[in-house]
């Protein structure tokens, strides 16, 4: 496969006229892709400002980013040290923010779950005491049990002739003689 950059190549002997390759292949007939750290016409530039070298052949675009000091797609343009500086305080202030919010969230989570616990444990200490309190009464019932209300009532009861059993007793005896 011929990849010259205007004519085919010769029929020949495979070779490219003198313009050149394609980007991202060189070699006489233009069918080797350029190595690892070189791209465009011929292979002709070196990515060098490309973390580890690493730039597609034909562009040299970087894949994976810029060495220090420098950035773009291509990482082709310089960072001056002072926005490189202003970079890196972002960087930390952003991690920072993120670490404070986080402890809030936990701190937040660990003051609510008290408050639950607590509330829980203070209606366990209310159920407790009702039942202590039953428990007492219970006892002063128990203590009691050899008296019976009714048995007092009736031992105190006075009968009293009522006014009625006197008048019908006297109406009785009054028609038992009469006759």
């Known amino acids: 496969m011929c990849n010259c950059l205007k004519k085919p190549c010769n029929i020949f002997t495979g070779k490219c006229p003198d313009e050149g390759c394609k980007m991202g292949w060189k070699g006489d007939s ?18 060098e400002t490309c973390f580890n070298q690493s730039c597609d052949i034909f562009e040299g675009n970087c894949r994976v980013g810029c060495n220090d000091g420098y950035r773009g797609r291509k990482c082709e343009t310089p960072v001056s040290a002072e926005s490189l500086s202003l970079i890196k305080s972002s960087f930390f202030m952003g991690g920072f923010a993120s670490m404070l919010g986080i402890l809030l969230i936990i701190l937040t989570v660990v003051i609510a779950r008290r408050q639950i616990l607590k509330k829980q444990e203070s209606g366990k200490a209310k159920n407790n005491s009702h039942s202590i309190c039953n428990e007492q009464h219970y006892d002063d019932i128990m203590k009691m049990k ?10 105190h009861t006075v009968t009293v002739s009522n006014d009625y059993d006197q008048i019908n007793n006297a109406y009785i005896n009054r028609f038992k003689y009469n006759i």
């Open 30 to 47: 233009c069918d080797q892709e350029c190595v690892s750290g070189y791209f465009g016409f011929n292979c002709a530039h070196l990515c």
């Open 146 to 155: 050899n008296v019976s209300t009714y048995q007092d009532l009736t031992k």
